[in-house]
């Protein structure tokens, strides 16, 4: 397959989908890496190495491999330089490339996301459950919604205002190459009015990337709860 490096971005769900696609394509004989450029939660099994050829002579098995920095409690990005080369020992490479504290949705301050140049995939991610609820109650960094949508923190979040943060440039899009491709990921969707929210989000995300000529893209609806795991492996290797 084609060396590829996916970096995932925005709020809620980016560790579990991260580690759910890595799982899948590792147990189906690829070569996978989780990492990230930020920081992650320490799992239990990881590898620290300060440069990417250290992995020259690695042997892969069915479970990805986890790389990264030990901070404590979480792992740290190695340098970003290396990070890059990963792809050389590698065939899939998944970086978590963006932090929101356990928030649904996020909007970036300077500086955020961290994505790696060689990133050709970018998963946006967003809670469901952030739909209907106050910024200041849903959004991480959501001081930044005056500047970039003219909200205040009481503002109450929309179906279309979800759209529109995951697919505006200054905030879900932030930092890509217009020749990445995109996967919105909507999480938590775990009940019958949670899907009806969904599907209207992603109905404002076909209108909204067509207004932008964005083609490239994907949306996937997803719930851990409720047998919809993520199933759009297709789309991350075609």
Do not use: Q
Not at 21 to 42: D, L, P, Q
Not at 63 to 77: A, F, Y
Request: proline content about 3%; glycine content about 8%.
């Amino acid at each position: 397959m084609k060396k590829t490096m996916i970096s995932l971005v925005g709020g809620g769900g980016k560790t579990t989908t991260m580690f759910y696609i890595g799982k899948y394509f590792a147990n189906s004989g690829e070569r996978v890496i989780i990492t990230t450029s930020t920081h992650i939660i320490k799992p239990d099994n990881y590898l620290e190495i300060n440069a990417a050829k250290e992995l020259r002579e690695f042997e892969f098995g069915t479970e990805p491999l986890v790389i990264g920095v030990d901070e404590g409690k979480k792992l740290s990005s190695i340098d970003l330089k290396e990070l890059n080369r990963l792809r050389l020992y590698s065939d899939i490479v998944l970086v978590e490339a963006d932090g929101a504290k356990g928030f649904p949705i996020k909007l970036p301050r300077e500086g955020e996301p961290v994505i790696p140049r060689n990133t050709n995939i970018c998963i946006i991610c967003m809670g469901i459950d952030a739909v209907g609820k106050s910024l200041k109650e849903c959004c991480f960094r959501y001081e930044r919604a005056e500047e970039l949508f003219g909200w205040d923190e009481e503002h109450i979040l929309t179906c279309r205002d979800a759209a529109f943060i995951l697919t505006d440039s200054r905030v879900g899009r932030k930092g890509l190459l217009h020749d990445v491709k995109i996967l919105f990921v909507i999480n938590k969707v775990d009940t019958k009015e949670d899907m009806k929210k969904a599907l209207e989000v992603e109905k404002f995300i076909k209108i909204l990337c067509k207004a932008k000529s964005v083609s490239n893209y994907k949306v996937s609806i997803t719930s851990y709860k409720n047998n919809r795991e993520f199933c759009d492996f297709d789309f991350l290797v075609e």
